[in-house]
């Protein structure tokens, strides 16, 4: 069952009154620069709140509560990572982030949030094959690739005992299957707080397929 509205959705993840505070001028930042730069698809623009916001924000409570390294990959707007890194800023002020974006633009824009909201987080400029391995135990993409080349990049940029966040939507089913052929791992499937539809994958334990698939 989903929660009846966004009240239930922010005590479930602990979000305090000034990360709230935040997450609406972050909302409000990524409306303004969507205009000059296509952080989030247009047709979003009228519910960012709860199609992008929120659906960030439910990731939180899925995480180990105090990791040590979050990596977001394909970050785009800083969605989930930058709203991550707003509420581990006062939870967890030690957990370093990691945002990986080839874009220049966007990368801008995900470096004036880090300084305007004084989060633990770095920006790595490069596309995700060839970046700098990051070792982190939570990686994070949302709307970026199909599973089984998602898979790829999660395994570089992952620690061995860690876990991926994956938000995926209605045809989250087939995408795992279609990994399988490929991968080993270890799955839990959690339901979306903001679409009925849409799941979001914890992955672990993650390992290519050898021979014929």
Same mark, same amino acid.
């Given at each position: ?19 709230? &505070?935040?997450? @609406? @001028? ?38 180990? %509560? *105090? ?10 707007? &800083? ?26 633009? %966007? @990368?801008?824009?995900?470096?004036? *949030? ?6 633990? /987080? ?8 060839? /970046? ?7 990686? *994070? /993409?949302?709307? !970026?690739?199909?599973?089984?080349? !998602? ?9 061995? &005992? ?6 995926? &939507?209605?045809?989250? #089913? ?16 959690? #339901? *979306? @707080? ?20």
């Amino acid at each position: 069952m989903l929660p009846k509205n966004e009240d239930q959705i922010v005590a479930q993840n602990s979000v305090s009154r000034e990360t709230m &505070g935040d997450l @609406a @001028a972050f909302n409000s930042d990524l409306q303004k620069w969507s205009k000059a730069i296509n952080l989030v698809s247009p047709s979003t623009l009228p519910d960012l709140w709860r199609r992008h916001i929120l659906d960030s924000v439910q990731l939180k409570r899925l995480a180990p %509560k *105090s990791p040590k390294h979050w990596c977001d990959i394909g970050s785009g707007g &800083g969605l989930p990572g930058i709203v991550v890194a707003l509420m581990l800023r006062d939870s967890s002020p030690q957990t370093t982030i990691s945002l990986i974006e080839s874009d220049t633009r %966007k @990368a801008a824009f995900l470096r004036l *949030s880090i300084k305007t909201y004084r989060l633990n /987080a770095k920006v790595v400029c490069a596309r995700i094959e060839e /970046a700098p391995r990051e070792l982190a135990d939570v990686v *994070s /993409a949302r709307a !970026l690739a199909p599973m089984n080349t !998602l898979l790829g990049y999660v395994v570089r940029h992952m620690e061995p &005992g860690g876990t991926a966040l994956l938000p995926k &939507g209605r045809n989250f #089913q087939q995408e795992v299957e279609q990994a399988r052929r490929s991968w080993h791992f270890r799955l839990q499937i959690e #339901q *979306s @707080a903001i679409d009925i539809e849409s799941r979001i994958l914890m992955v672990s334990d993650i390992e290519p397929k050898v021979g014929p698939k």
